[in-house]
Every structure is written in C-alpha cells, then in structure tokens.
C-alpha cells in the first residue's frame, strides 16, 4: 500500500491511521515528518509502544530504535562544490529549502566546510532558503546572482530549474555566464535545456535496504537503530561550465 503527500490530499498521519485500520505488517516512512527537526515526534514514539515495525528514510528522529537510511547530504554538498571549484568557480551560491530539515541541515554543513577548505577566504557565504520548488528556486537564484554569485549549488532538481529560469531573467546564459547544480537525478533531468548537472541520490539502494530492514523487523529479529548513509554520485551534464574569465 502506498500514500503519496500532496498539499491537497491527505496528511502522514492520516495515512498512517488508515495503514494502522488494515493492519499493515510495517511502514516505511520516506522523506515524512521525520526529516523536519521541529514536529512533534510523539507520533512515533506511540508507533514503537504499540510495536508497530517502521523505518525511516531520509530523516532521523534521535532515540528511535526504528532503523534510519539516508543519502548522504553532507557528501552530496561537497561533491557539488568541489567540481565548481574544479571549474573555477569561487563565487558559489547555496539555496535550498527551509532550514528547519535536517537533509537542509546536513548539506549545508557539507557546502560551508568544503568552501572554507577550498574556495579559500574572501568568498563570503552566499546562501539563500526558500520553498522546494521552481518558484522558490527561481526566488533564491535571483538574489544570490544579484550578490554576485557565478554558480548556484540547489536543493533539488526543480530548485535547479527555477535557477536556470531566474538567470535567464536576468539576461545570463547556463552554463557560459553562471553554472547550476541540482539535487537527485529526477527522471527528466537528462532533457532539460540545458541538461541538468546533478547529484543523484542511490534510490534503488535505499529503497532495497529499506524493504530488507522491514522485514527483519516483522520477523521480530532486533534491531538497535542507529543511521546508514548511502553515497551520492555528482552526474556532470551541461548545466556547469568553466568560471567566466576575471570572474573566479
């Protein structure tokens, strides 16, 4: 059974209580609640004291016994800058979605150590958060290119695409004039103009580890929580190019 989140239809919780009603053996939570470090966590809490096998993908609630699957965000942030810094970029801008997620979080903490290691002093933080979405992508993008930003670092693929749109706007070329990185590796992005340079989460391996760690639990064997990271992959296409002379 699969509940899909959208902003019409119906909540997690509603899906978990009509999951609960047709005595589901176990849950998979991918990229819920979990992942924003300001919910209520009771919720879980009561699935672990009714014995309710879950596990949690993309997000981590600290002290859940429930087993934990992550990209690694932090990683992901430091793939992306060091090939703009490859291409010698310095100028390099971060948007994203609020802070308040932890893959928000984790990223960021990745995108601000790699700059100090390797952008070097001077460079300043360009950081901008808004909505996951073109829009707020598109937002973002247009204040970070107004502060001088050759290359943006987004939080996801339709980010990505709202900063290709708001440099557009602004009379700028990708990648020749500035260079966009997104998050994910949507199924489209190899066909976007120009296609879309990303860092591809391992879906498929989350997702097998996810169903084998469910299992385990229906089968009552023990599990003592914790967090798996799984590592990104930077998929270079057209969107990067080379720093535009006198720029980096």
Known sequence: MLGTLTPEGSGEDEYVGMLLDRKVSGI????????????DRSRYDDLERQG????????????L???SLSCDDALAGRLAVQHLIRLGHRRIGFLSGPDRYSTVQRRLAGFRLTM???????????????????PGGQSAATRLLERGATALVCGSDLMALGAIRAARRQGLRVPEDVSVVGADDSLLMPFTDPALTTVRQPVLAIGA???RALAELVKGRANHGGE??????LVIRASTGPCP???G
């Open 28 to 39: 998979v939570f991918v990229s819920g609640l979990h992942a924003d470090t300001r919910i």
């Open 65 to 67: 016994r429930a087993p």
């Open 228 to 233: 798996r990271l799984f590592d990104p992959e």
């Open 209 to 211: 580890a996810a169903a």
């Open 116 to 134: 100090r290691q390797l952008a070097g002093p001077g460079t300043g933080e360009l950081i901008e958060l808004a909505s996951f979405d073109i």
């Open 245 to 247: 002379p006198g720029l």
């Open 52 to 63: 309710v096998p879950f596990v949690l993908v993309n997000g981590q609630v600290p002290g």
